[in-house]
T-cell receptor, first 111, second 113 residues
């Protein structure tokens, strides 16, 4: 099956700095990717998505970059706030419309 | 809208017991799915449904059954609980299969002793 991995299990940033969370995927046929945020004790929450025909997509304070050549995507959070502290997952859509999730990166924002 | 609701929030079972995890959504979503989340691992798909009366297996279906008799409800049954099924279980739904933003429930933390 697909393998989706994140480069770092933990990330600490100062409040106000930008955060970058990385994700590698293995299936070059994957055509859709999602970033989720999961706060402690809660279910994952959709942040932003991107299709494989795009390189970049921006939302409110978040940007996702997709590099299909090296099968890598990243989530950038601008002006990181304490409320951004959470675990972030990337997910890719594989065969049969199933999603495969990475193991997650824990982001800690230092006030 | 209540969104996606799951009950119970916590459950402890003994090996061999059976139980049903409940999931309901009030958004008229066609697509519903069950995931399990284990420490150090991403969410893994157990079963999913694209509409009432239609279910299919995901990545890790063994030991679990599902049914979808209504659009709103998608229960997950553990037939004979095993310690390997200790996990946090999440139900999710989306409007259509082609609309991928999934809304997740708050999860059920299951411990099998």
């Amino acid at each position: 099956g697909e393998s989706v991995g994140l480069h770092l299990p933990t990330l600490s940033v100062q409040e106000g700095d930008n955060s970058i969370i990385n994700c590698a995927y293995s299936n070059s046929a994957s055509d859709y990717f999602i970033w989720y945020k999961q706060e402690s004790g809660k279910g994952p929450q959709f942040i932003i998505d991107i299709r494989s025909n795009m390189d970049k997509r921006q939302g409110q304070r978040v940007t996702v970059l997709l590099n299909k050549t090296v099968k890598h995507l990243s989530l950038q959070i601008a002006a990181t706030q304490p409320g951004d502290s959470a675990v972030y997952f990337c997910a890719e859509r594989g065969s049969g419309n199933q999603f495969y999730f990475g193991t997650g990166t824990s982001l800690t924002v230092i006030p | 809208n209540a969104g996606v609701t799951q009950t119970p929030k916590f459950q402890v079972l003994k090996t061999g017991q059976s139980m049903t995890l409940q999931c309901a959504q009030d958004m008229n979503h066609e697509y519903m799915s069950w995931y399990r989340q284990d420490p150090g691992m991403g969410l893994r798909l157990i079963h999913y449904s694209v509409g009432a009366g239609i279910t299919d297996q995901g990545e890790v279906p063994n030991g679990y059954n599902v049914s979808r008799s209504t659009t709103e409800d998608f229960p997950l049954r553990l037939l004979s609980a095993a310690p390997s099924q200790t996990s946090v279980y999440f139900c999710a739904s989306s409007y259509r299969l082609s609309q991928y933003e999934q809304y997740f429930g708050p999860g059920t933390r299951l411990t099998v002793t």
